[in-house]
């Protein structure tokens, strides 16, 4: 109770959530391109480090959430103005602000016409996607996941390839339909519960009548479960991603994605328990056929963007897969399995986006055997195609496996079926390596092709930082979010009985609590 | 003094009236008819807190009426920023469309405070009728008289409506002998499910239904925003919604706070509008007339707010009709500014509008997807409050019936978006914006984000004021009783 007390020091997350929206206010009246740039640049470089301010303060060793503010916001609707993270939570913050600074380098040069709105428009992105990781309230919540549609949107229809505007209008026209249930139940829930706050409902979680859980959970799947995106959701994932801008493919994978299983984590599980237990077959069964399905698919593209899109649909079939196993080893795995897509795919995005840049095409044959001009891009390449297929040593390799050591627990015969999923993984990777690396005995269409530049090695080492770090001493990552993981599993187990105990004292974020 | 705001704008439609007489007088009867808005807009605040009951009860001057005026005032301010100099008005007729414009404002300000049967059908008149003339003042184009089809579709419309309305009225007056609505409230209570009252009530209701284009009455919306002239079809489009919003809290105030037959009724209306609006909407190639049928489907929304039968209910419905009010005059300026010569401005002609001028594309999609219900603009915020109201009195199906038509809409308003900012504008000149224009539009995208992201203290405002209309709070009616 006592390091909790709203207003604890200094607003961190609401200054995180609405300074890049200052930014955007001054970004609109500087004219010179350049300037404009650097001025992003700068500033999303700010908010990263202090972010890094996050991870110092955060105190590993409780479940509660932290740097909680809150206040009354709309008093008609009893809607509060409620932040605060827990640890899951922390490490999609920082996932967000820390690929924020890649996406404008990976912009520098990418995006020529209409800098200005480009890049308020990756700064109103900043300021929803932090604002959806941070919000305790569930209109709060349901504002930003909503808001992030329109810059997006602009995004993927302005600045993108040829068929721009289909992926736009199917992207928007899929998520918007996705939340409208959402927003339904938000409010059924709330008069069910009493009020907005995310943890009052997850409190109320068991005495929810089972009839109502079943309907409130089913109204959250097809909203996450087309963000993630889930199997047979998935079909805008590939138009958004093959026409969005580098920038626009990278957010889209790093942190968009993110979004469905972070609702998975945080509403589903806590809020519905006992219906999620009732439909865990269900989501199993469709996060398998997503790991397979994407694997397949992925292994039959010849366009690079495409091939790295359906690995994103395998790859959160395993984040998938890993939370509805319930249990620690699947959750803590899916969490890193969340990280590192956001690490993984965001670089091999950046890395299709260079080839584009440079050959104006992204056909696996057209570009085969560019390695060979190109060694340092290769070297980065093969490492990201790696840890793209959960190679040992690099962090999807754990991830993978805390997942799977999961799924072990729950069904040795759904793991099997998953076997060829990863299998596939390396096939498609390998091949993708193979062909752009070292494919055909000469490309001459592309003779004296440039190695990366100095702004591209710049942006893709962070990334190759963490794919060793996770991969060798994940320790932190896990460390950080252990407690939130167990109060989480504590949330959802099927006996009402000894888990409330627990819950009551590890909740201290209270409406009833404000002065 | 608690007539204050009647009396400035019934002033300065005198003045207009005599700056008429003159010929050629464009300029001084804008300038007359801005001055007259800012200084009724003066007036409404400094009478905001007055209560008086005036007229031996038939007109009544509380919190309710003031804030609405207030509205209104601002409401009249930004119209006449949007109407502009009227070049698509016939030259000679000018200075009148300002001066009936005025006279139709007086109208709706009286609207609010009228409690009496009678004075509200003459207020209602008052504001109505004006209107019917200004469809008709439109510029004729190639010998085409379409300005004259649709204000004539629009004042058929209106005075069958009307002659319905009045017909409930009678049964209302023939069941309680009283024709002040205060009076009429609790006479009322005890045969308020007999068939007869149902029938008055639901009779009444036509009139106000006629002016929100309710589904069966909505037949003259597309027809006349396609045939007045931009500015005309913004004005019919926005201000007089928010009057009819207000009647209606009276009105269906008289059936709280449960009638079951009432609230289905509405509800049925609220779904047919919904998805009637929206689906004919997907298929419209002419921005006005996609924004008629979009406001069927709106007020279709709004209505949502009466199923509940109680103030939180109407407290959403005003909220929402007024930041439709200025999501809808978003549309209409960018319609304005776009149009060549006045003419209807069909969606593909807002191709590249992002090029043309990046702060009137900036407005079209701040109002569209506001329109749309994308937070964190007014429109979510008041499809919230709305849907809020309704399922805290259990109309879950009426909820989701909503949320389905909101998805269905989220297509058409994309069209919009899509022309305007993913397609190249092709040989289209870039349009030069005035500075009224500017400020008008600084003002709606200011006014959509401001009334979204801190709705909180208009909500609660409109709440207490509702609770003056609905008799959830004594003062009002002792103040009745006082004055008699």
Known sequence: ??????????????????????????????????????????????????????????????????????????????????????????????????????????????????????????????????????????????????????????????????????????FFIYTMSGSIFLLVAII???????????????????????????????????????????????????????????????????????????????????????????????VLGLSVIAIVYGGLTALAQTDLKKLVAYSSVAHMGFATLGIFALNTFGIQGAVLVMINHG?????????????????????????AGIGRTMPIFSLFAGVFALSSLAFPGTNSFIGEFLVMSGGFAVSKGMMICVVPGVVLAAAYMLRMLQKIAYGGTHNPVYPGLKDLGFREIITLTPLLVFVFWIGLHPEPFTRVMEKSVQNLLEQTRQAPAVASVVRASSFELRTSDLP | MAFLPEMVLLAGALALFLVTLGEGRVRQARTVALISSVAAIIACILSLWENATLFSGAYRVDQFSQVLKLVFGCGFTLVLLLIGNLDDIRDDIRPEYFFFLALSMVGLTMLVSCVDIITLVVSLEVSAFPLYFLVAMRRERKGQKSQM?????????????????????????????????????????????????????????????????????????????????????????????????????????????????????????????????????????????????????????????????????????LYYIIGYFLMVLACFIVICKVSRDGTNVSIDELAGLHRRSPLLALTLVVGVFALAGIPPFVGF??????????????????????MINAAIAVYYYLCVVREACFRDPGDRLPIRLDWPTRVLCVLLIGGILALGVFPGRVLDTLSTSVACVTGGQAPAASAVADAR
């Open chain 2, 381 to 402: 915020m008041g499809k919230l409050s709305l849907l809020s109201a309704a399922l805290s009195k259990g109309h879950l199906c009426l909820v989701i019936i909503a």
């Open chain 1, 188 to 282: 059924a829930l709330r008069y069910q519960v009493g009020s907005f706050s995310i943890p009052d409902m997850m409190r109320a979680g068991h005495s929810l009548p089972l009839g109502f859980q079943y309907w409130v959970f089913l109204a959250f799947f097809i909203s996450f479960a087309i963000k993630v995106p889930m199997f047979p959701f998935h079909t805008w994932l590939p138009a958004a991603h093959v026409e969005a801008p580098t920038a626009g493919s990278v957010l889209l994978a790093s942190v968009l994605l993110k979004m469905g299983t972070y609702g998975f984590l945080r509403f589903s599980l806590p809020i519905t328990p006992d219906a999620t237990h009732f439909f865990t077959p269900y």
């Open chain 1, 1 to 170: 109770m006592t390091n909790l007390s709203p207003n604890e020091s200094f607003p961190l997350l609401s200054i995180l959530i609405f300074s890049p929206l200052l930014a955007a206010a001054i970004a609109a009246f500087i004219r010179s391109e350049n300037l404009l740039r650097w001025w992003t640049l700068a500033f999303t470089s700010a908010a990263a480090i202090l972010s890094l301010g996050l991870w110092r303060q955060f105190d590993p060793d409780t479940a509660k959430f932290q740097f909680v503010e809150l206040s009354h916001w709309i008093p008609f609707l009893k809607v509060d103005y409620a932040v605060g993270i827990d640890g899951i939570s922390l490490m999609l913050v920082l996932l967000t602000t820390l690929i924020m600074p890649l996406c404008v380098l990976c912009s520098w040069r990418y995006i020529q016409t209409r800098v200005k709105e480009f890049m308020i428009c990756l700064l109103i992105m900043e300021t929803a996607m932090v604002g959806v990781f941070c919000a305790m309230d569930f209109v709060l919540f349901f504002i930003f996941w909503e808001a992030m549609l329109i810059p997006m949107a602009l995004l993927i229809g302005i600045w993108g390839g040829p068929r721009k505007i289909y992926a736009s209008l199917k």
């Open chain 1, 343 to 367: 690490v993984t795919t965001g670089a091999l995005f950046i890395m299709v986006g260079i080839i584009y840049e440079r050959l104006h095409t992204r056909d696996l044959g057209e570009t």
């Open chain 2, 149 to 317: 089809e649709s204000a004539i579709k629009y004042i058929m419309f209106g005075v069958a409506a009307n002659g319905v309305m009045f017909f409930g009225m009678s049964y209302l007056f023939g069941l309680t002998g009283t024709t002040s609505l205060t009076e009429m409230m609790p006479r009322l209570q005890p045969v308020i499910h007999s068939p007869l009252a149902i029938a008055g009530l639901g009779l009444t209701f036509c009139g106000i239904y006629y002016k929100l284009a309710v589904f069966p009455f909505h037949f003259w919306t597309p027809d006349v925003y396609q045939g007045a002239s931009n500015e005309t079809a913004g004005l019919v489009a926005s201000l007089p919604k928010i009057g009819a919003i207000a009647v209606l809290v009276r009105f269906v105030s008289l059936a709280s706070p449960d009638n079951h037959t009432v609230a289905i009724m509405l509800a049925i209306l609220a779904t047919a509008s919904m998805f009637y609006g929206n689906l004919i909407a997907l298929v419209q190639k002419d921005f006005k007339r996609l924004l008629g049928f979009s406001g069927i489907a709106h007020a279709g929304y709004a209505l949502i707010g009466f199923v509940t039968l109680d103030q939180m209910g109407y407290a959403a419905a």
